[in-house]
């Protein structure tokens, strides 16, 4: 089956991040294409029938680019017209909430939503509720998890050989920005949070806003502890090292350095006072657009989730503002989900 797709927003992520990247990815984990319409356009199950902008000049040029027949300006226009089984929401995060729910509840049946999810927890709960009504698959947009090493290192951690695992750690990320805690979470499978205690760095609260509701662009993340039912955790220090994380085992310990270009693991020796280098294949990239892509086109075939899903998603955004809940209350440990103040918004634009 080649399911239907309509892109909604046509920018960066959507269509042009790969220029900005030729040439770029030596040490690098990405492989091309890492747009959604790259990534749509080299997996046979989907085809583009339509594309949405607001701004014509952006819309006209993906329609040429990357040879989509029907262009729109209204996303509920082109979801009624084109009744798309699958959409990506690439627009600014601001409009999300809105576009999913309208997509949920007009047939849309995957949709491949960027980061940030939304902009609040209120907009978050409204994400859940329509997409568990109308059996929605949703994909995240942090493609990291489909990326080549982070999927090498989590079978290594789940084939036990390196013991129980019992921690991972990032040394930069933003708490509703996406790619750190959803790689964390991913390397732990995705386990039940507990708790959060955050400082953050610099708040940006919007004008006027005297009561620390409303901030653009997100905080940066100096320290965080989260803590998960089945006795894990997530450390992060944020001393500015991106695209570095470790997972801490039982007897072992997992590295992934270089944002996924490759991966390490050492064991720990018989006498349990040293460790010594794993002999391990050698990462065999992939796209991670088109993984992505056809990650959520089996999601939605089959009505499992996906590598990228719901649950994983909706982990990252209490996690996430959990961490500003802490961060306001002067770095105290806040529990999960966290009942007060769910429209505290933020956006990362």
């Known amino acids: 089956m080649t399911y239907r797709v309509a892109i909604i927003g046509c920018g960066r992520m959507a269509c042009t991040i790969d220029d900005e990247v030729v040439g770029k990815l030596d040490k690098s984990g990405m492989i091309l294409p890492y747009c959604h319409a790259g990534g749509y356009l080299d997996y046979p199950g989907t085809e583009m029938v339509a594309a949405c902008d607001i701004d014509e000049e952006r819309l006209n040029n993906a329609l040429a680019r990357w040879h989509i027949p029907r262009g729109y300006t209204d996303f509920r226009e082109c979801i009624r017209q084109e009744q798309p089984d699958i959409i990506s929401v690439t627009t600014r995060p601001e409009n999300h909430a809105e576009i999913i729910v309208f997509a949920a509840e007009h047939g849309v049946k995957g949709m491949f939503v960027e980061k940030p999810l939304c902009c609040s927890l209120t907009e978050t709960d409204?994400?859940?509720?329509?997409?568990?009504?109308?059996?929605?698959?949703?994909?995240?947009?942090?493609?990291?998890?489909?990326?080549?090493?982070?999927?090498?290192?989590?079978?290594?951690?789940?084939?036990?050989?390196?013991?129980?695992?019992?921690?991972?750690?990032?040394?930069?990320?933003?708490?509703?920005?996406?790619?750190?805690?959803?790689?964390?979470?991913?390397?732990?499978?995705?386990?039940?949070?507990?708790?959060?205690?955050?400082?953050?760095?610099?708040?940006?609260?919007?004008?006027?806003?005297?009561?620390?509701?409303?901030?653009?662009?997100?905080?940066?993340?100096?320290?965080?502890?989260?803590?998960?039912?089945?006795?894990?955790?997530?450390?992060?220090?944020?001393?500015?090292?991106?695209?570095?994380?470790?997972?801490?085992c039982e007897r072992g310990i997992l590295r992934i350095p270089s944002d996924g270009y490759t991966f390490y693991a050492r064991r720990a020796d018989e006498n349990g006072r040293g460790y010594e280098e794993m002999d391990l294949p050698p990462v065999e990239r992939w796209s991670s657009g088109v993984a992505k892509v056809q990650d959520l086109a089996e999601s939605v075939r089959t009505g499992q989730p996906g590598v990228s899903n719901l649950r994983a998603t909706l982990i990252s955004q209490e996690i996430g503002y959990a961490m500003y809940e802490s961060h306001l209350r002067g770095g105290v440990s806040v529990d999960i989900p966290i009942t007060e103040n769910r429209d505290r918004w933020v956006s990362s634009w």
């Not at 806003?209 to 502890?225: C, L, N, Y």
């Open 126 to 248: 409204a994400i859940r509720e329509v997409c568990e009504r109308h059996d929605v698959k949703l994909a995240f947009g942090p493609m990291r998890r489909n990326w080549a090493a982070y999927q090498q290192a989590r079978a290594l951690l789940d084939s036990g050989e390196l013991g129980a695992v019992q921690a991972a750690i990032a040394f930069a990320g933003n708490p509703c920005g996406g790619h750190t805690l959803d790689n964390l979470l991913y390397l732990l499978s995705d386990p039940d949070p507990v708790s959060v205690r955050a400082t953050l760095g610099t708040l940006s609260p919007f004008e006027g806003d005297t009561d620390d509701m409303r901030f653009k662009p997100d905080a940066r993340i100096e320290s965080a502890h989260v803590t998960f039912a089945n006795g894990t955790a997530i450390h992060i220090n944020g001393v500015g090292a991106s695209g570095e994380y470790e997972v801490i």
